[in-house]
Structures are given as C-alpha cells and as structure tokens.
C-alpha cells in the first residue's frame, strides 16, 4: 500500500465484498451453496467494482490526506456499487431473492474498507511520529524550492521523511542552519559514511552540472534521488511530469482525459447515457416536435455551427426555439432576456432546457459528451480568446450538453470569466464521479435554471 493505487487493496475489497455476499447468504438461508443467478449478480458486481476502482481514488491510502476525504471516497463508491446492484437487481427481478441479501453485504464491506484504510493511516502516521520506518533524505540546495521542500518536510512527519541535513554553497539561515553540513563539494564524503536512504536535488536548472554529477553519483551508490527543480517563478505551480516515448517531459496542466483509458471511459458512458435517453424520451421528442410545427413557421430542428474540441466546428442540433433568421443573425447575435425572435413555445423549451434534448444525437454520434464545457460560435470564439486568457483551453476536451459552469449558473448574459474557471477546472480534474455530480447538479441546483433565457 501507498500513495500510488494498490492492486492488493483491489484484491481485499474484493475479498470483503464476496466474502460477506456469501456470509449473509448463508445467514439467511442456510445454504452453502450460491445459485447460478446469484452468482451471475456476482459478477457483474466484480466487473462494476473493478470499473470503479480503475477511476476513483478508492485504491488509493495517502497518509497525509484527511480523513474526511478517504471516507468520503469510500462513500462515493460504495454509492454507486449499491445503486448499480439495486438498479440491476430491479430490472433482473429473478435477482431478487431478499432486499437484505443485498444491501447487508454492501454495507459492511463498505464499512470494512473504511476501518481497513483509516487503520492503516493512523499506525503509519504514528509510527512515522515517533521516528520509526522514517527515511533519512539529504538535502540539495538551501534557497527557493529548497526551502520550501525544508519547511514542508518539517511540518508533515506524516510524509516519513527525517532530514539527514542540508548541502548547499550558501548556508541556509534561520531554524534551518542546524541542519547545515557544509558545502555541495562533501557530497560524495557523507554519501559514502553515513546512511542516506534518499537525496533530493533542489537546484536551479542553470546548475545542470551540478545536478548531473550528484544524480550520477546517487545512481553510482545505489541511493535513490528525485529532482526538485528551483523553477516555480517560471512555470505555473500546477504541473506533471509525463513522457513522449521515453523522453521525460514536463505538462503545464493535469489532463486526465489525455489518457486514453479515461477517454474510453468517457465515451462508453456518453454512448449508454444518450442511447438509454433517446430511446426513454423518444415520445416528449415527437411530442415537442409535432408542437413546434404546429406553433410557428419553419423546420423542428436547429442546426448551428459550434466550434468542439481541437478547435473543429461540428454541427450542433436543438429544437428550434426563435423564428426562422438569417444565418449571419443567428451566427453573431447573442440571447438576450425577454428576446423578441424567442417563440411563445421556445420560451418553455428554453426555460425548461428541454431545447438542447437533440444534442444528445450529437453526443451518441461522437461530436459532443454528455459533460464539458458548453460549444460556442465560431464569432464569440474569437472575441473571447482576444478578451479571456485560456479561453481556447475549453477545446481541449469535448464540448457538453451541460458542464460544470452550467451546472453552477454560469450560463446566459453570466460572465465568461467565470465559465472558462469553472470550464478549465473540470478539465484538470476529470473523473466520472465529476460528470456525475454535475448532472445531478444541473437538475438540482436552482442556479442552473436560473439564468435558462
């Protein structure tokens, strides 16, 4: 177990959750063995908690992290394992042997992972406390990143990191000179007499030949090093480290939709999302179809340009809402309260946001997801960029039937500063339990109806 997700905790979730679907089941009837509906509900409960899993930090036991944070992942998951079960079991009513059979088992696992993980956190973070299983790390570097490194080391024993001491040309001032052992040029001295488990290199990246011949020297030893690099005034401080091929590079911003396991999971959710609604809401489509043609002049549907992610215009379809316009009217005009080109029947659709149901055509056909910043024209595009640094960063990702900006209120005569914040904050922090709680909050929050004009 550690930072990183674990594949032994996959496994002891797992075991818990079969382990208690059997022990329960053998409380209430006496049988030791599961029928075959039963143990087919099993398996589709193993493939949903290994879809969870995969993208959710539920693998994940991070020492420093609160412990409102670790039970809330683990409320998370567990909420939508049960809602997926009870969902299945619902619709395959042959599953139903005992509402019991079925919520028991999920809740005491959930209560066992809870206890499994707060237990493992708070015995590491003792014991790293009083200075067992801590690693002695030496210092590169007493200035910038450096000190920041120092100070954040020292007020988190939790991290398990002891300071061994401080290397660096310009001794360090303060509460920090204790740990001072002289100058760079010992390096090699101490690492040959003295039991470092870690080295951490906290040098401008000017001072490449300083940090060459230590990493060199570290990997020469065997002792492992990592490079802290003094450039934060230089580059935002949100940045990874990713790789092209097997060149190491740094990204100014976290994109998990980059990876393309996430993006299969994305689009997989947007094809069973759109199909399940098209065909559910298929008679209120014909129904507000048949009602637009019989309420004004002019086709049902509203075909505009929009311009998606990489900057590519699709088009995206609505149900008509204003009076037939020109394309040049339509294409640079923006909606303004109480617009006179709005129809009586396109008023309720607008308000209701009924008018965007045919996008989700667009997303089953791949040009739009059911989640991700909101498509514009091509004209406001352009006068955005011009006024809103980052504003093309929305296209990076497709564009959405709602977003996190809609889903806060942030739609209609609002400010596009505030789009594009909330825009770029879901693209940095993608996940599906995010595009979950945003369509939850597009139908509840009432600032996401608010400004519907």
């Given at each position: 177990?550690?930072?990183?997700?674990?594949?032994?905790?996959?496994i002891?979730?797992?075991t818990?959750?079969?382990?208690f679907?059997?022990?329960?089941y053998k409380?209430y009837t006496g049988?030791?063995?599961i029928?075959?509906?039963?143990?087919?509900?099993?398996?589709?409960?193993?493939?949903a908690?290994?879809?969870?899993?995969?993208?959710?930090?539920i693998?994940?036991i991070d020492?420093?992290?609160?412990t409102?944070d670790?039970l809330?992942d683990?409320?998370?998951a567990?909420?939508?394992?049960?809602t997926?079960?009870?969902?299945?079991?619902?619709?395959?009513?042959?599953?139903?042997?005992?509402?019991?059979?079925i919520?028991?088992?999920?809740?005491?696992s959930?209560?066992s992972?809870?206890?499994?993980?707060?237990?493992?956190?708070?015995?590491?973070?003792?014991?790293?406390?009083?200075?067992?299983r801590?690693?002695s790390?030496?210092?590169i570097?007493?200035?910038g990143a450096?000190r920041?490194?120092?100070?954040?080391?020292?007020?988190?024993?939790?991290l398990?990191l002891?300071?061994?001491g401080?290397?660096?040309?310009?001794?360090?001032?303060?509460q920090?000179?204790?740990?001072y052992?002289?100058?760079?040029?010992?390096?090699?001295?101490?690492l040959?007499?003295h039991?470092i488990?870690e080295?951490i290199i906290?040098?401008p990246?000017?001072e490449?030949?300083t940090?060459?011949?230590?990493?060199?020297?570290?990997?020469?030893?065997?002792v492992r090093?990592?490079?802290?690099?003094?450039f934060?005034?230089i580059?935002?401080?949100?940045?990874i480290?990713t790789?092209?091929?097997?060149?190491?590079?740094?990204?100014?911003?976290?994109?998990?939709?980059?990876v393309?396991?996430?993006?299969?999971?994305k689009r997989?959710?947007?094809?069973?999302?759109?199909?399940s609604?098209?065909?559910l809401?298929?008679?209120?489509?014909a129904?507000?179809?048949?009602?637009i043609k019989?309420?004004?002049?002019?086709p049902?549907?509203?075909?505009?340009?929009r311009i998606?992610?990489?900057n590519?215009?699709f088009?995206?379809?609505?149900f008509r809402?204003?009076?037939v316009?020109?394309?040049?009217?339509?294409?640079?005009?923006w909606?303004?309260?109480d617009?006179?080109?709005?129809?009586p029947?396109?008023?309720?659709?607008r308000?209701?946001?009924?008018?965007e149901?045919?996008?989700?055509?667009?997303?089953?056909v791949?040009?739009m997801?059911?989640?991700?910043?909101r498509p514009?024209?091509?004209?406001?595009v352009?006068?955005f960029?011009?006024?809103i640094?980052?504003y093309?960063?929305r296209?990076?990702?497709k564009?959405?039937?709602?977003?996190?900006a809609q889903?806060?209120?942030?739609?209609?005569?609002?400010?596009?500063?505030?789009?594009v914040?909330?825009?770029?904050?879901?693209?940095?922090?993608w996940?599906?339990?995010?595009?979950?709680k945003?369509?939850?909050?597009?139908?509840?929050?009432?600032?996401?109806?608010?400004?519907a004009?």
């Amino acid at each position: 177990m550690g930072n990183g997700k674990s594949k032994l905790l996959f496994i002891i979730d797992l075991t818990f959750l079969l382990f208690f679907f059997f022990f329960v089941y053998k409380g209430y009837t006496g049988e030791t063995t599961i029928p075959l509906k039963g143990s087919i509900l099993m398996g589709l409960v193993v493939i949903a908690w290994f879809l969870i899993s995969v993208d959710s930090n539920i693998l994940r036991i991070d020492t420093t992290s609160h412990t409102i944070d670790t039970l809330k992942d683990i409320f998370i998951a567990y909420s939508v394992l049960s809602t997926f079960t009870i969902a299945t079991v619902a619709i395959f009513g042959e599953f139903r042997p005992n509402d019991k059979l079925i919520l028991y088992p999920l809740l005491f696992s959930a209560i066992s992972s809870a206890i499994l993980r707060l237990s493992y956190r708070i015995i590491n973070r003792q014991f790293f406390k009083y200075g067992y299983r801590q690693k002695s790390v030496l210092i590169i570097g007493s200035r910038g990143a450096a000190r920041q490194l120092i100070n954040k080391l020292l007020s988190t024993p939790e991290l398990g990191l002891k300071i061994f001491g401080i290397l660096a040309d310009t001794p360090p001032e303060g509460q920090l000179k204790k740990y001072y052992l002289g100058k760079i040029e010992k390096f090699n001295k101490i690492l040959g007499t003295h039991p470092i488990d870690e080295v951490i290199i906290a040098k401008p990246l000017t001072e490449v030949q300083t940090i060459t011949r230590i990493a060199e020297s570290c990997e020469g030893r065997g002792v492992r090093f990592y490079i802290a690099p003094d450039f934060h005034n230089i580059i935002p401080k949100w940045t990874i480290l990713t790789s092209l091929g097997d060149i190491p590079v740094i990204a100014l911003r976290n994109e998990p939709l980059n990876v393309f396991g996430n993006r299969i999971v994305k689009r997989i959710f947007d094809i069973l999302v759109s199909f399940s609604a098209l065909l559910l809401l298929s008679p209120i489509l014909a129904f507000i179809a048949i009602s637009i043609k019989m309420t004004s002049p002019g086709p049902v549907l509203f075909r505009q340009k929009r311009i998606g992610s990489n900057n590519l215009e699709f088009t995206l379809l609505k149900f008509r809402t204003m009076t037939v316009q020109s394309p040049a009217e339509s294409n640079t005009t923006w909606t303004l309260p109480d617009d006179r080109r709005v129809t009586p029947f396109g008023k309720v659709l607008r308000q209701t946001n009924l008018d965007e149901l045919p996008q989700l055509w667009n997303v089953l056909v791949g040009d739009m997801s059911i989640v991700g910043p909101r498509p514009e024209r091509k004209h406001f595009v352009e006068k955005f960029s011009m006024e809103i640094p980052n504003y093309r960063t929305r296209h990076l990702i497709k564009s959405g039937i709602t977003g996190l900006a809609q889903a806060n209120g942030w739609r209609g005569n609002t400010s596009i500063r505030k789009r594009v914040e909330n825009d770029l904050y879901y693209i940095e922090n993608w996940s599906l339990w995010l595009d979950l709680k945003i369509i939850a909050k597009t139908f509840l929050n009432p600032a996401a109806w608010k400004n519907a004009i």
